[in-house]
Every structure is written in structure tokens, then in C-alpha cells.
């Protein structure tokens, strides 16, 4: 009988694997062709969920109010964006988790795309009833070192007129974009520089996690740290 579940068990961690290949194959193919990839519901179910629970049971006072820009850290502009954030650190379970799969997809691109993904930064975010994001560009082109942007959503049963739209332009002279709804387990994916992006205001609490990965920008005398 244990021989029989261990037997289940093992099945179902090479399903999810396989799985995981399977989505991470698809996001590189993207990656090459249109440098961003879209995959609605995508995320693994398990990792979803937990994260929805770990999302759902922190305090208000975990989160807090979201800066702009590298250089100012510390500097917030209501105007441009009204999320608030926390840094996940793999404390919890689904944040391990969560920095495990990531882990994976920057070993699957650096092997399939040789991006050069050196670290991985991400955090939750927490868009209240009215809370938006203007549009902007993750990294600067020159001085950037995120160079890839990874956005999962974790909203169960998001309809349409909840807004929270994540709008991606094509280049600086778009102004249509491309819709993506907000909903659990849909992954946006795109070079940080390429890609100005907004989230329109939501219409009820929406969370998502955004997080980076960087390449290694240390030279001589100058230590980038991970964060
Ligand atoms: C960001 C961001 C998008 C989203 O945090 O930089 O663009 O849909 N987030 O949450
Ligand atoms: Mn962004």
C-alpha cells in the first residue's frame, strides 16, 4: 500500500514536471518570437492555490505602500501607482514554493535563451478597490539589470467588469495594447525594457506577485547585490 501512494506520488511530481516543461518550452518559443508571452490559467494548480491562501492570510500590515524608481527607493507617487507591496522572502511555504518554480523557469531559459539570469526578485502586490498602476517601463535601457518580468495573478473567479487589466504596449508609440485579465494562475512574461505596461483600476482587491530577474551587473569595485 505505501509502495502504491509513494508510486502515486512520485507519477504525480513527473506529471507537473513534465508540465512545467511543457509551459516553460512554450514561454521561450514566445519569448524568441514576440518578446512577451501570455498564458492564461498556466501557473501549477497546487502553487496557485497556496499562494492564494498564504496571499489571503497575511495582515494588512504586511503590505506596504509602493515606490517608484531604483534610485529613490523610498519615494511614493499616488499618482502613478496605488498597489501596495511585500517583498517575498521564502519564509513561508507558498513563498518557497513560489521562488522553487521560478527557479526552474530561469534555469529553462538560461539553458534554451542564454538570457544570463543571474537573480530573481519578486513581491506581492495588493491593488485595493480603486488602486491602479500608470504606465512605465520596468528597466531602463542602458542601465538596466532586470531584465525580465514576470507577473502571476491570484484572483479565483475575476470576471470582466472587476477592471484590474494589465494593458501591455508593444513599443513607446502604442496606445492600444494588449488585455490581460488579472485571473489565478495566468502568468504575463516580458523583457522589462521592451515592454510599457499599466494596470487599470481595479474594482475590487486584486493580487498579483511581480517580480524580476536580473542579470549580473557587478563589475570591478561595484557588487550588485540580489537586492
Ligand atoms: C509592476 C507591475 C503589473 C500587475 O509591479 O511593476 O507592472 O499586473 N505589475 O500587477
Ligand atoms: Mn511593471
Known sequence: ME????????????LIEQQNQ????????????????????AL???LSNNLVTQVSSM???????AGIGRLNK????????????????????AGAQWLDWTNKLQTYLNQHLFLGLFSFESHFAHYATGSFYKRHL???KGQANRVLSVVAYLNPNWQIGDGGELVLYQDELDTQGLNVIPALGTLAIFLSEEFPHEVLP????RYSIAGWY???ASSAGRVDPPR
Not at 24 to 40: E, N, R
Request: aromatic share 10%; hydrophobic share 40%; net charge negative.
Open 214 to 216: 536580473r542579470i549580473n
Open 22 to 41: 511543457t509551459l516553460f518550452a512554450k514561454v521561450a518559443t514566445d519569448l524568441i518570437a514576440k518578446g512577451y508571452s501570455i498564458q492564461p490559467f
Open 138 to 140: 520596468d528597466a531602463f
Open 74 to 93: 523610498h519615494m511614493h507617487n499616488d499618482f502613478v501607482r496605488r498597489d501596495e507591496i511585500c517583498w517575498i522572502s521564502g519564509n513561508s511555504e
Open 3 to 14: 509502495v502504491l501512494d509513494l508510486h502515486q506520488l512520485h507519477t504525480s511530481a513527473l
Open 202 to 205: 481595479a474594482k475590487r482587491d
Open 59 to 65: 495582515s494588512p500590515q504586511a503590505f506596504v505602500e
Open 44 to 46: 501549477p494548480i497546487d
